[in-house]
Structures are given as structure tokens and as C-alpha cells.
């Protein structure tokens, strides 16, 4: 079964640091998307991806946040400056024409 | 009006019993539904889809009201392996398919 994949599972780094996540879609995908969930609260969106351009993005994809597709396969998001509420799990989904969209199964951001 | 609610709980419920969430969104716009199943720490995997005319997936059955924009989830003969956070989830088509989540409600199924 296709599946999203994203490294590495578990990143620590400093504060002020910046940090690349990495996720891999499946193959046939149109539509990419980087959420994130603090511990104990909700899955919040950060942003969508589609035909090469950011689609849609929350308030807390502010400056410090950039996403690429560069090579048609992997899907980034980079963190310019890390802050400690950037301590998160990081979720990547990818989507087809329809139906449901698929997760990674994280990476768990720690930012100290 | 929050664009997807849902009745954050917890919802604490005996094993072999039956429970029910439901899921308000706010954009009649809204074209594809689905209920996702989030156990700690790990990513929201897709429990079912919800279609017009309701549909059953052995002790889980969906449905939704397009007039009332809501959809719902039951769970009968609930196990305590049902104990996990289910997120609703409502998709909008535009230029791109807007995907999003509900806050969740957390389900325990106590011995």
C-alpha cells in the first residue's frame, strides 16, 4: 500500500536554529499539506501545496516558514528560526483528484 | 463560527456500549467528509468516509446532513481498543482541495 513518509522521526535543535522537515508523498498525488499538532491539542494547518505553489496557508505560516516541492517527489517545510512553541509533531499529507488524504506518520519537533 | 466543531469530550463510555459524535461545519461549499482515528502520539489515519446516504462499516456507521451541515459517527459494541481521539474531517474544492480537521473527540472505553 502507498504510504507518506517523513524524516526523520525525531528532530532536537536549538532555538534561533533552522530546521528542514521532509516528507516523501505518494507517487500519483496532486495535493500537499503540512499540519502540525502541539501535544494534547488539535491538529492545526499550516499550509497547502498544489501545482507547484502554496495554495492556502494559516496564520502561523508566517515568515519563518517556507515549504518546497523541489524535485518533484519530496515536499519540505523549513523552519528559518526555531522558538520554543515551534515544539510540535509536524504531520505531511498528500491527496489525489479526490477521497482522503494520507499521513506521514510524523516528525516530532523539539526545540530547546 | 468555527469552520469545523466538534465536542472536544472526553467521552467516557463502559465497553459494549454504544456512542455517538457529531460534527458541525460551517461552509455549505463543503464536498467530501470523513472521520480519521488519532491514537497518542501517532498521525490521524482514516476511519471511514461519509457519504450521502449514511453508510456502515461493521460497528461504525456514518452519516450526514447536508441541510443541518453535520455528520455523525456511531459506534456500537464499543471496545476498549475504540479508546483514541476521532477527528472530523470536511474537504472544500476550489482552485486546490482545502482539507480540514475538526478539534477531535476523545473517546474512552472503560472496562
Known amino acids: 500500500e502507498p504510504e507518506v513518509t517523513q524524516t526523520p522521526s525525531h528532530q532536537v535543535t536549538q532555538m534561533g536554529q533552522e530546521v528542514i522537515l521532509r516528507c516523501v508523498p505518494i507517487s500519483n498525488h496532486l495535493y500537499f499539506y503540512w499540519y502540525r499538532q502541539i501535544l494534547g491539542q488539535k491538529v492545526e494547518f499550516l499550509v497547502s501545496?498544489?501545482?507547484?505553489?502554496?495554495?492556502?496557508k494559516s496564520e502561523i505560516f508566517d515568515d519563518q516558514f517556507s515549504v518546497e516541492r523541489p524535485d518533484g517527489s519530496n515536499f519540505t517545510l523549513k523552519i528559518r528560526s526555531t522558538k520554543l512553541e515551534d515544539s510540535a509533531m509536524y504531520f505531511c499529507?498528500?491527496?489525489?483528484?479526490?477521497?482522503?488524504?494520507?499521513f506521514g506518520q510524523g516528525t516530532r519537533l523539539t526545540v530547546v | 463560527r468555527k469552520e469545523v466543531e466538534q465536542d472536544p469530550g472526553p467521552f467516557n463510555v463502559p465497553e459494549g456500549a454504544t456512542v455517538a459524535f457529531n460534527c458541525t461545519y460551517s461552509n455549505s461549499a463543503s464536498q467530501s467528509f470523513f472521520w480519521y482515528r488519532q491514537d497518542c502520539r501517532k498521525e490521524p489515519k482514516l476511519l471511514m468516509s461519509v457519504y450521502s446516504s449514511g453508510n456502515e462499516d461493521g460497528r461504525f456507521t456514518a452519516q450526514l446532513n447536508r441541510a443541518s451541515q453535520y455528520i455523525s459517527l456511531l459506534i456500537r459494541d464499543s471496545k476498549l481498543s475504540d479508546s483514541a481521539t476521532y477527528l472530523c474531517v470536511v474537504t472544500v474544492s476550489g482552485g486546490y482541495q482545502k482539507v480540514t480537521f475538526g478539534t477531535g473527540t476523545k473517546l474512552q472505553v472503560i472496562p
Open positions: 499529507a498528500s491527496r489525489g483528484r479526490s477521497g482522503e488524504a494520507f
Open positions: 501545496f498544489y501545482n507547484n505553489e502554496i495554495s492556502e
